[in-house]
Nanobody, 119 residues
Framework: VQLQASGGGLVQPGGSLRLSCAAS????????MGWYRQAPGKQRELVAD???????NYADSVKGRHTISRDNAKNTVYLQMDTLKPEDTAVYYC??????????????WGQGTQVTVST
């Protein structure tokens, strides 16, 4: 199973970016999917996650500004980031709980995509 993330980049404060992460490979289903971020010198933290049924959970720092969604048919999770702030600058990682063909769930991570919010 591989998670391929895309959509990062450089944006000015107040701008928007949309991250995408697609899962590929052989598996039975994907349970929760989510986005984490890690800024320099800080620990990795949850940004948002979403269940297979569409229930979303957000970090307080991004509530009202970012929106997580998923397309189960495409095994893809998205993070729409609006009203970006310099403190949103970090490497963003997607995460998925994948149930394999043996019906055990394993945690997978994407390769990370850099988001920089700066003038």
């Amino acid at each position: 199973v591989q998670l391929q993330a895309s959509g990062g980049g450089l944006v000015q404060p107040g701008g928007s970016l949309r991250l995408s992460c697609a899962a590929s490979g052989s598996f039975f289903r994907i349970n929760n999917m989510g986005w984490y971020r890690q800024a320099p010198g800080k620990q990795r933290e949850l940004v948002a996650d979403i269940t297979s049924g569409g229930s979303a959970n957000y970090a307080d720092s991004v509530k009202g500004r970012h929106t997580i969604s998923r397309d189960n048919a495409k095994n893809t999770v998205y993070l729409q980031m609006d009203t970006l702030k310099p403190e949103d600058t970090a490497v963003y990682y997607c995460n998925a709980g994948v149930v394999g063909t043996t019906y055990h769930e394993y945690d997978y991570w994407g390769q990370g995509t850099q988001v920089t919010v700066s003038t």
